[in-house]
């Protein structure tokens, strides 16, 4: 088993930035990826980021230019992601989730933190 404790979040203006991190444990695998995805009531997750500990990463279209995906160097486990959101907006307002996949596949979630994204 993986568990994800997930922080950040919150209420944020348009334009403005936010950060979110996730931090790893239990049976962590040399392999893996760790990523960030967003639901919206009534619609499927989607990816925003993810990254893989090589350090690989991949961006949804609209994310990019934007977000910043990355994973902290922490005693060299590489076991927290961060996810630098900048020039966020409106329509990005969403419960944010975690996401820890396994070489074989097996995907782990955090329990997802709130974005607002409003004046």
């Known amino acids: 088993q993986v568990q994800l404790v997930e922080s950040g979040g919150g209420l944020v203006e348009p334009g403005g930035s936010l950060a979110l991190s996730c931090a790893a444990s239990?049976?962590?695998?040399?392999?893996?990826?760790m990523g960030w995805y967003r639901q919206v009531p009534e619609k499927e997750r989607e990816l925003v980021a993810s990254?893989?500990?090589?350090?690989?990463?991949?961006?949804?279209d609209s994310a990019k230019g934007r977000f910043t995906i990355s994973r902290d160097n922490v005693d060299n486990a590489k076991n927290t992601v961060l996810l630098q959101m900048n020039s966020l907006k409106p329509e990005e307002t969403a419960v944010y989730y975690c996401?820890?996949?396994?070489?074989?596949?097996?995907?782990?979630w955090g329990q997802g933190t709130q974005v607002t994204v409003s004046s």
């Open positions: 996401s820890y996949r396994t070489y074989g596949g097996t995907v782990y």
């Open positions: 990254i893989t500990r090589g350090g690989t990463t991949l961006y949804a």
């Open positions: 239990g049976r962590i695998s040399a392999i893996n990826s």
